[in-house]
Each structure stands twice: as C-alpha cells, then as structure tokens.
C-alpha cells in the first residue's frame, strides 16, 4: 500500500474514532453513506521532496496549518480543488513547476485532483490557501 493511502486510511481511522465517542446524539443509520470530508494535501516542487498535510473538515482538524480557512474554501466550491480560485496577483516568470495533489472524501464522495502550475506564486493564487503549507 502506497503511503499516501496509508495517510488517507490513518486520517479516516481517526476521523472515525473521534466520532465514534459517545454522546447524546444518535448514530447514523448504518445504510447511510459516509460523510467524512478528509483530504491528504500533496505539494511536490520539481527536484524537492514532496510535502503532505491532512485536511479535516466537520470538526475541522487534520495538521494544515490554515486548516479553518482551507475547509471554507472548499466548502465554497463543494470540495472541488479544481474550482478554487483566489485573488489574483502578480507572479515571477520563473519556471520551477509544482504538482498539487488532492486525494481523499469530501462529505463521503471521493476527491482525487492533481495539477501541475508553473511555480509555488501561481499555484497559491489559483488554489488560496488549500496548498499553503
């Protein structure tokens, strides 16, 4: 098993565990699909070593550093990373390309995005702050 499905198995697990506490609410029906909304961030700059976040939403969590921020975003465009779109601002010309990777559920429906950008700025301008980490 790859390690970034080993990422997304761990963020389940303890997205499940932490909801499986009990409390006075009752339990989903079991036919009831799941609505976990966890993501496994990848950026991977060319000729450096990948870097990976977790990305929990309701409750949000996970180790993004703009974790809060990230879930709004996505939620705005119903957990679509190929639909984000941040304000526009001016980037080098400078050619050091950066693969964004976005794998996992958002509100139980699977989420797999992948896109390579020119460098670091465009790639933050078009995806907010989803992949700043």
């Known amino acids: ?3 970034l499905r080993l990422l997304i198995a761990f963020a389940v697990a303890a997205t499940a565990a932490v909801l499986a506490t009990p409390s006075a609410a009752a339990a989903p029906a079991p036919t009831e699909p799941a609505r976990d909304s966890v993501l496994v961030l990848t950026v991977a700059p060319s000729q450096q070593p990948a870097r990976h ?3 929990r939403c309701s409750p949000t969590g996970g180790d993004h550093p703009y ?4 879930c709004a975003e996505l939620d705005a465009v119903h957990g679509d990373p190929g639909e984000l779109r941040s ?3 001016p980037c080098p010309f400078i050619y050091r390309p950066v693969t964004a990777t976005a794998e996992g559920y958002w509100l139980g429906r699977p989420v797999r995005f992948q896109q390579t950008y020119p460098n670091d700025c465009v790639m933050l301008t078009r995806t907010g ?3 700043r980490f």
């Not at 974790?67 to 990230?70: D, F």
């Open 1 to 3: 098993m790859s390690r």
């Open 53 to 55: 976040r977790v990305l």
């Open 87 to 89: 304000q526009p601002r």
């Open 129 to 131: 702050s989803v992949f």
């Open 67 to 70: 974790a809060a921020q990230a």
